[in-house]
């Protein structure tokens, strides 16, 4: 029995091996390559849905100057962000995106690329994002701020976001299933429900994955 539900959450080593980490790569081997097998079902799913996220963020970049090959790093992230979630909803796995130390990593490093890049290609237009147009004089300084203040918790508020759904979602799983007695005469009442949570954690897991590669592509279409 676990002494504490958070327990679940505690990276684990074992001969200096981090294991649970690994978790993060060995997911990896999911993904359907052709490869591994030729038209199979998962291939055309997986296909289906790369292409459909490719013309939602080409529609976001249409007009900016990240027209060619911008939609292969939201397209990548939400890959990796999806297989990660959905993983780690088996049993005795690892669920690396309920830290925060996995969600920043991803999160900062890009957006701060992305920041640098627009600032030092569109100086001018990223100047006159600063500031609103119509902004009277008096209040341009804390406009600078405001403007500066929400570029730096955006990619933290995307980090915070991922990890509080995924924690949430774990935790109610957790506790479902202490409830669970083959004994009990509503043991079969308690089995539905838990496979119904399941189902919605799979869901919670994919539409998380698509949030933060969405809102990734939306924040750095907006700076443009």
């Known amino acids: 029995m676990m002494m504490s539900l958070f327990s679940m959450f505690d990276p684990t080593a074992i001969l200096s091996l981090p294991l649970n980490w690994m978790m993060v790569t060995i997911s990896l081997m999911f993904i359907p390559i052709p490869m591994w097998k030729l038209n199979s079902q998962s291939l055309i799913m997986f296909n289906f849905i790369v292409k459909s996220l490719n013309k939602e963020f080409k529609a976001l970049f249409s007009n900016t100057i990240l027209i060619k090959g911008s939609t292969l790093l939201p397209s990548a992230l939400f890959t990796m962000i999806m297989i ?3 993983s ?3 049993p005795y796995t690892f669920c690396s995106s309920a830290h925060l130390v996995f969600s920043l990593s991803l999160s900062i490093p890009i957006w701060t690329s992305i920041v640098l890049f627009y600032w030092t290609t569109l100086t001018k237009s990223m100047m006159a994002h600063l500031v609103p147009s119509g ?5 341009m300084p804390l406009m600078v701020l405001i403007e500066l203040t929400s570029n730096f918790i955006r990619p933290m508020a995307l980090a915070v976001r991922l ?3 995924l924690i949430a979602g774990h935790l109610l799983m957790a ?3 202490n409830t669970f007695n083959p004994s009990s005469y509503l043991w079969g009442i308690i089995l539905v429900l838990q496979t119904l949570f399941l189902s919605f954690e799979l869901m919670v897991g994919l539409i998380q994955s698509y949030v933060f590669s969405v809102l990734m592509a939306l924040y750095s279409s907006e700076m443009s």
């Open 84 to 86: 990660n979630n959905l």
């Open 88 to 90: 780690s909803n088996f």
């Open 135 to 139: 902004t009277p004089n008096i209040l």
């Open 163 to 165: 990890t509080a759904n």
């Open 175 to 177: 506790l479902l299933g």
